[in-house]
């Protein structure tokens, strides 16, 4: 993907991508930081009482940047949906009946997504307190960078959730959605409180 | 620039990019979100009224965002001048002296950079809040995406003028440099909270 054409694609006035669609991208940036982390430390000598545990945060930060990048055109498409099922005629009561369920329909879809993008930046979030646990303090810094990255695509998806709930009106979605959102913030909240906790030493 | 590829040389042990350049795409998608809410509301006939307001925005925006993305590689050069000069001979005094001397030098360089990283990401913050002050209300979660993602592009450019500062020994550059950051952490709080007041309705 070329960044530059998505930064003007994003800097246009067509409806995707939009910010559920970025916060992907931060999100991949995150995890990138804790495998770079991982691995400078898998390779120090001085660090070899964590080789492992460095390996393996590697390779699950890697699995998490491929399920951001995954995640990023099912945004696009949900909320294409979205805008989609508003374009359908509406000229009757039956096409009127069957533009709002499809609307309905996309918007439940369309909250799920980013409710997918903000567990994952809680995984990221809980793998660079265990990249923090490391201890490379060459390296803290980075590790600061992938939680403040991991922390605001947490921000942005829950945004992208509750944007769509203002237009739902299945309230047990809503409910359910909220209340998974709610724990993902608290877990997201206590992870980074940990990790902030280890990189101040 | 492609995307996929860059992922994989932050996510690699390579030295350069780190968390620094990262923090130059964070704060470019938050510049293009930016400029997507303003180009979409100078296009809305309901949004006439703020017409005027939303094209300069865009224009600031766009040019916001390739203020960033100029920073990247000078990012990159300046932590890999560091790098280059720790790697300088220290086999007699001289060469101690003049090793110790470049180090001291890099350092100094490769704080102002993500320095000015971080004013840019303060420049997008005041910008995301006068996005806010078009009151697009449809398009108010990508305006909080903006804020997220220039927060975590300053938060992230802090660390990096930080964690220099550890091995820096002139305390003059420290202190003017710390004067700098602290200043700009105090203007991009406020309008972070002016704008999610706005954004809060």
New interface residues.
């Given amino acids: ?4 054409a ?2 003007d694609a ?4 067509a409806p995707t991508p ?3 669609s ?2 992907t ?2 999100g ?2 995150a ?3 804790c ?2 982390v991982a ?2 430390t ?2 120090a000598p001085k660090h070899a009482a964590v080789h492992g545990a460095a390996a393996a945060i ?1 390779g699950e ?2 699995a998490l ?1 491929a399920a951001f ?1 995954t995640l990023r055109p099912n945004d696009e498409s949900a909320f294409a949906a979205v805008v989609a099922a508003q374009a359908l005629p509406r000229a009757n009561d039956d096409e009127r009946t069957h533009r709002t369920a499809e609307i309905q329909r996309a918007l439940a879809h369309a909250a799920d997504v980013p409710l997918h993008v903000a567990g994952r930046a809680v995984e990221t979030i809980a793998l660079a307190e265990r990249t923090a646990e490391l201890r490379n303090a060459h390296l ?3 590790v ?3 939680l ?2 991991a ?2 695509a947490f ?2 998806a829950a ?2 959730v ?2 769509n709930h203002a237009y739902l009106r299945d309230a047990a979605i809503i409910e359910a959605q909220t209340k998974r959102l709610a724990a993902l913030e608290a877990t997201g909240r206590a992870r980074e409180d940990a990790a902030r906790a280890i990189l101040a030493g």
């Fill in positions: 993907m070329d960044f530059d998505y930064l994003l800097a246009s006035a939009g910010g559920g970025a916060a991208l931060v991949a940036l995890a990138a930081l495998a770079m691995r400078i898998a390779a590697a930060a890697d940047r990048l803290a810094s980075d600061a960078c992938a403040d990255f922390r605001a921000d942005a945004a992208n509750r944007v």
